[in-house]
């Protein structure tokens, strides 16, 4: 059956420390049953996900979210107007909330979603982390939520050295000592503001699980990952998907404690105690492409969930399926980042441009 | 013949090349043709006596060679905890 919708993602950032959006597409061109047109949405005329001519049919710049809701509103109703959207997948962090306050309105535009609730990306907030795992009964690392770096000097009362010093969004640093927290405080509360995060060091191996929720309970797939090569950031730069019973029930408490609606990435370590809970991340990662290799599509079961269709839930993957990141020049004629330069879109599908 | 069940390695993905995958974990590692053997005992649920016999029938080594080279395999998979640990 044949599966047509004009599908908007965002997140097309794909640098060494890449957004989702890219792989999301990737998924979503992989599903047998997709024939309809990728929309990418994006914040500047460099995002490489742009120039992938051979995943994205149109492209449109548009707000940032520190710019707001209504401006991001003024964008997509032009956007709505030109190109007809019938599905958005947003994939950055910091841009749910405000595509979470439009998701009324991008229904009333025919627009379909499948995101978490403003209460959702709440709870699952770093700083509501510990509270989080005692609703799902999840084990969690030592945690304290910081406002002021006065508080560090007593943080060894609560959270031993070496720990790490979270952004609220983003970003991590090790700290072994008072002064390298506290400098770690600094930095992320200028890039991300308060409050600062400061989580116990688990050591072990870490796992990464991609998942999706049906809003009701339900878990409609998960494939865990474990990466086996890091960037110098830390980012994983190659994984293989494995399967383990322990990582699924976790999973399973997690969505039910939460009634998770859409998709998000479930950051854990496997220590000698056991499985801890680091961080839930409300929306696919970027490495969410290996569930459709491994045979678990979640972005084009998203898709359909957002689409209003049922999606029956899945249980079957290729455990031992892996990525490996590549970066890659792509070559692209000056005129495609002329077109986004200068107008804010652009389209390569000729007889479906305005 | 007495047979234990052992999960983990009963689910250890096991090439020919003696190549192995664990999906409980993604680690992989390489075994030489003991070591093969030896893995398939285990997922076959085969104790010790009978892994020692399979071993000397198969490489034409005495029993006590046979049970050395078991013994040591077991503490790698031990440590790696793909067995449990002994009591």
Known sequence: ?354 | MKTMDHPRIRDLAISGTGFVFDPHTGSTFTANETGLEILRALGEGLEAEAIVARLCARFEVDAAEAERDLGEFLLVLRRDELLEAQP
């Open chain 1, 1 to 354: 059956m044949s599966f047509s919708p004009t599908i908007a993602v965002t997140a097309l950032n794909a640098t060494d420390n890449p957004g989702p959006g890219v792989g999301v597409i990737r998924a979503l061109r992989a599903d047998p049953e997709f024939d309809g047109r990728i929309v990418g949405l994006a914040y500047d005329g460099l995002e490489p996900g742009i120039y992938t001519k051979d995943l994205v049919d149109d492209v449109y710049l548009i707000p940032y979210p520190s710019q707001g809701k209504d401006a991001l509103q003024a964008r997509l109703e032009q956007i709505q107007a030109k190109t007809p959207l019938d599905v958005l997948i947003p994939n950055l962090d910091a841009e749910l909330p405000v595509f979470a306050d439009l998701e009324g309105w991008m229904r009333e535009q025919g627009i379909g979603t499948f995101l978490p609730s403003r209460e959702q990306l709440d709870l699952r907030s770093k700083a509501n982390l510990v509270e989080l795992g005692a609703r799902a009964k999840i084990a969690t690392p030592a945690t304290r939520i910081v406002s002021s770096p006065d508080e560090l000097y007593q943080i060894e009362d609560h959270v031993e050295f070496p720990l790490w010093v979270k952004g609220v969004y983003y970003g991590a640093r090790r700290a072994t000592n008072v002064h390298e927290a506290i400098a770690g405080f600094h930095e992320m509360a200028s890039k991300w503001g308060l409050p600062v995060i400061v989580q116990a060091e688990v050591k072990g191996d870490e796992i990464d699980v991609v998942a999706l929720g049906d809003g009701e309970g339900g878990l409609v797939g998960a494939v865990p990952m474990r990466k086996t090569y890091l960037t110098d950031k830390g980012k994983g730069w190659a994984g293989v998907a494995i399967r383990d019973q322990e990582l699924f029930d976790l999973t399973e408490r997690f969505f039910a404690a939460t009634r998770w609606r859409g998709p998000c990435e479930v950051e854990m370590v496997r220590s000698p105690q056991g499985l801890s809970l680091l961080e839930i991340n409300p929306r696919f990662p970027a490495w969410c492409y290996l569930s459709a290799g491994a045979g678990m599509n979640l972005p084009a079961a998203l898709a359909r969930l957002a689409a209003g269709m049922h999606v029956a839930p899945m249980r079957d993957y290729e455990a031992g399926m892996m990525f490996v990141r590549i970066a890659l020049d792509q070559i692209a004629p000056m005129s495609e980042f002329e077109a986004i330069a200068t107008h804010g879109e652009l389209h390569r599908s000729r007889e479906q441009a305005p």
